[in-house]
């Protein structure tokens, strides 16, 4: 049987060919779904001319029935991935309540001249031709929710504004990807006993910082943040999905651990990401209070495995293990876990494991890290735990323990960063602590995560996506950077794409608020104020009335012309901050929705002596726009940047 021709199209700086589907540009893959890729290229096969959208959707799922809307999101996600989201479109062309055109030049190039580069001019299109049926490459492979998430998240990346008021929308640059790429999949404890899940959570997370910090080794964790509560199974295969789409995976880290009495046993397996087949396999055991030496011994073994050598210098780094008393490892695991949990009660439960820990082990770096991260979070706002005044002291004294214990801890300069941002408004400080942090673990997905935060606070929102962009990349399940991704695009005011990226989160864990939250935000300076509500109804709801929500509420409702629903919010409110700390910057913001600018600011300088961490981005918040020019703004805006 005669094979089809392989046909490469060449448009801008993309190319794509008929037989692989792969798009890329320059030299950099951008991962498509099948129908997504096929969509593009009936498309561009039919350049210049406008394709009718039920010719489109026959020719993509020819063998299928489906809703008007699958071809919709495809179309979104194509524009995404091109960075064709301005005003006038570059690429793909929408002809109202008709189809679509693609109306870039496209060039044909044959396979000898894509392998030496040779560019040929363009061509003329035939004529409207819309094949019966696709070639069977078509056939996806089922592609689930949180994989979804990683495309649409890749192809939302693409541009960014710098700050208010720039014309342009530059190209992140590219990510440097080194030569050898591991995924790691969460390992499980083979009892299947719920009550010992932090035990294979924590160390896998501890193994992954471990394998991070190699010079030579880019490590991608695929194991979601704690509180995502997908079920086990489809986690799994959300994680292999996720490892089979990025082309630069080249081995799966998957294994077992086993806890018997005073000793823990780690079974790991390098796997093939396309046929799961075992590659390499081995067990490891010591005493559990040397659990940080068993990770090293697992990482040293899995580097030399994939690289084929390792590095003197990085075979000390794993080596410099601190051994600790078995009852402080099980507390400091635990209080890891509950930390991954990012609420306020598992943050709570955090401390008090950090501080067993701390108790049994005085010496234990990491335990103090962990501390200062729990105490951080828990003076944030929208988890509001406690009021930043009291829990920020905790966590700077804390983070810098563990650096007096530690000096090249890199948790521990990641920690005070933190701190130096959010509450010292120390930027300088909070920059020369994250860069000594990425300096000594270039793969933190944390380290690169929370640095992008100074960058939006900074208003450089460029290298801020270029930040988010790297975490995601290490962490593409994880629901906290994916949210990360969207407050760049919010910042950016590119609100649709803001939309997608954090509707993306509410599909992969419906219950997480802080994903409605967002979205309700996002839909709010969008304009959509009915579905607005309908978020912050949703993260009201699932959060038992967080005053991050009620907030929300107050204000929509205000702005929408609803006195009484905003009265009756605020009193709720008013009411909370009665028994529980409520940020003064809610009361600020509802008072200025209100359009009292006289109770906004009184608040507004409450919030200021409470070092509330969210006024260190007032200056890309989008609501605090129509403030420019007020002297009383100016004067705060002076006291946050001096």
């Known amino acids: 049987m005669r094979l089809p021709a392989i046909e490469i199209y060449e448009f801008g700086p993309f190319r794509i060919d008929s037989g692989e589907r792969l798009l890329r540009r320059d030299s950099e893959l951008i991962p498509l779904p099948p129908k997504v890729a096929g969509t593009l290229l009936v498309l561009i096969e039919n350049a210049g001319r406008m394709v009718d959208k039920a010719d489109l959707m026959k020719a993509v799922w020819s063998d299928t029935f489906v809703e008007e809307g699958a071809l919709t999101r495809n179309i979104s996600l194509l524009r995404k991935a091109l960075g064709d989201t301005g005003d ?3 690429y793909i062309e929408t002809i109202p309540r008709r189809g679509y055109r693609f109306i870039a030049p496209v060039r044909t190039v044959s396979v000898a001249e894509a392998a030496v580069g040779i560019q040929t001019e363009p061509v003329e299109r035939p004529a409207l031709v819309i094949p019966k049926k696709l070639p069977a490459k078509f056939t996806a492979r089922r592609v689930i929710v949180a994989a979804i998430l990683l495309l649409a998240a890749l192809g939302a990346m693409a541009k960014f504004m710098t700050r208010e008021g720039d014309s342009a929308t530059p190209t992140a640059t590219p990510a440097i990807v080194p030569a050898n790429t591991i995924a790691v999949l969460p390992f499980r404890g083979i009892e299947n006993d719920p009550s010992e899940d932090y035990l294979a959570e924590g160390m896998t997370e501890s193994l992954i910082t471990r394998l991070a910090s190699l010079r030579d080794l880019r490590v991608v964790s ?33 294994g077992t651990i086993v806890r018997s009495g005073g000793r823990v046993r780690i079974n790991a397996q390098l796997k093939d990401p396309a046929t799961r087949e075992v590659y390499w396999a081995n067990s490891y055991e010591r005493d559990f209070g040397d659990a ?20 003197a210098r990085d075979r000390e780094r794993l080596r410099q293990s601190h051994s600790a008393p078995p009852e402080a490892m099980d507390a400091y695991l635990k209080g890891r876990y509950f930390w991954n949990r990012r609420t306020e009660d598992g943050l709570k439960r955090a401390v008090e494991y950090f501080q067993q820990a701390i108790a049994a082990d005085p010496a234990n770096a990491l335990a103090y890290s962990g501390l200062a991260d729990s105490y951080s979070l828990l003076g944030s706002v929208e988890l509001d735990g406690m009021p930043p005044n009291k829990a920020m002291p905790l966590a700077k004294a804390a983070a810098q323990k563990a650096l007096e214990l530690d000096p090249g801890l890199a948790e521990g300069h990641n920690s005070l960063a933190y701190v130096k941002l959010s509450y010292d408004w120390d930027l300088p400080g909070a920059q020369r602590e994250f860069t000594r942090a990425l300096e000594l673990n270039p793969g933190s997905a944390t380290a690169k995560h929370w640095f992008s935060h100074y960058y939006m606070a900074t208003g450089n929102l460029v290298k801020a996506s270029e930040l988010m962009r790297d975490a995601f990349q290490l962490e593409p399940l994880s629901p906290s950077i994916n949210i990360g991704v969207g407050w760049c695009l919010y910042y950016s005011r590119q609100y649709d794409q803001a939309i997608e990226q954090f509707r993306s989160v509410t599909e992969s864990d419906p219950s997480l608020p802080l994903a409605h939250q967002t979205l309700g935000m996002a839909y709010q300076q969008k304009g959509l104020t009915d579905q607005a509500i309908e978020e912050y109804q949703r993260a009201a709801a699932l959060s038992n009335n967080s005053p991050a929500s009620v907030a929300a509420l107050a204000s929509i409702y205000a702005e929408t012309g609803k006195p009484a629903e905003s009265a009756k919010e605020l009193a709720l409110l008013d009411e909370m901050s009665h028994t529980r700390y409520v940020p003064a910057l809610y009361f600020a913001s509802v008072h200025y929705a209100m359009g009292d600018m006289t109770k906004t600011f009184q608040f507004g300088w409450k919030a200021i002596g409470e070092r509330c961490d969210y006024l260190i981005y007032l200056r890309v918040e989008p609501r605090a726009g129509n403030l420019a020019a007020n002297p009383e703004f100016i004067k705060a805006m002076a ?3 001096p």
């Open 88 to 90: 006038e479109a570059a």
């Open 222 to 254: 695929l194991a979601a943040d704690g509180g995502n509560k997908t079920s086990g199974a489809r986690k799994d295969d959300a994680a292999w999905t996720a490892a089979l789409r990025n082309q630069s995976v080249k081995r799966v880290l998957t």
């Open 292 to 311: 940080l030496a068993l990770e090293s011994d697992v990482a040293e073994a899995i580097a030399t495995e994939v690289q084929g050598s390792i590095t």
């Open 639 to 641: 006291a946050l940047h």
